[in-house]
């Protein structure tokens, strides 16, 4: 319950404008919108790590998260519902990324199958992402089990620093975002204070 609050005021505190890149352990950013005049890149440049979710990154990556991207290693696309139906919400952990903190610290055994249809009328579930080849990129989740370079919807890059989700929260049951979320913040903070 104590990192819900926690959470909760970061978010309060970026929607009202309090947070600026300032000497902060963590950054939180979530939403459908990203302000043009977001400064990402500067809380980065400090070295603060920063999760940031964001459905909408296929209609601005061509904006001023365009470098965080290409520094990440990632390009995004859009991410339609082919079948209309929960199935095409449904992430899966890669195998080749399975042991990675995010995905084990505090909270092991993480399934995402218990998706909400809550964006299938929408035609919009986010953005996928592939990778590029230009940073340091790692997929956690994807639309596509099998693939490590493209339809991922979870990286992490820049040595952990940038936790990158580009689904929302909403399109799953809390019980599986809650234990997710948790892990995140873990890993961030752990980032932040011994260096990876």
């Not at 890149?21 to 603060?48: E, F, M, R």
């Not at 042991?99 to 299938?120: E, V």
């Not at 230009?134 to 040595?159: N, P, R, T, Y």
């Amino acid at each position: 319950m104590k990192i819900t609050k926690i959470l909760l005021l970061i978010i309060s505190m970026m929607i009202t404008g309090l947070i600026k890149a300032q000497t902060y352990d963590i950054v939180i950013k979530g939403g459908h919108v990203i302000d043009p005049k977001s400064n990402i890149d500067d809380v980065l440049d400090k070295g603060i790590p920063v999760i940031l979710e964001s459905w909408i990154l296929d209609s601005v990556s061509q904006g001023r998260v365009s470098p965080i991207l290409a520094n990440c290693g990632v390009q995004v696309y859009p991410y339609f519902p082919k079948s209309f139906s929960v199935n095409d919400v449904l992430l899966w952990p890669l195998p080749s990324t399975s042991q990675h903190p995010i995905m084990n610290d505090p909270n092991s055994g993480m399934t995402f199958t218990r998706a909400r249809d809550k964006w299938l009328s929408s035609m919009d579930l986010g953005s996928l992402m592939a990778l590029t080849g230009g940073g340091d990129a790692i997929f956690l989740l994807g639309h596509d089990a099998q693939s490590d370079f493209k339809d991922g919807a979870l990286a992490v890059c820049m040595k952990g620093q940038l936790t990158l989700q580009t689904f929302s929260s909403h399109s799953f049951e809390w019980d599986t975002m809650y234990p997710l979320w948790e892990n995140y913040i873990t890993n961030a903070l752990r980032v932040r204070f011994s260096g990876g």
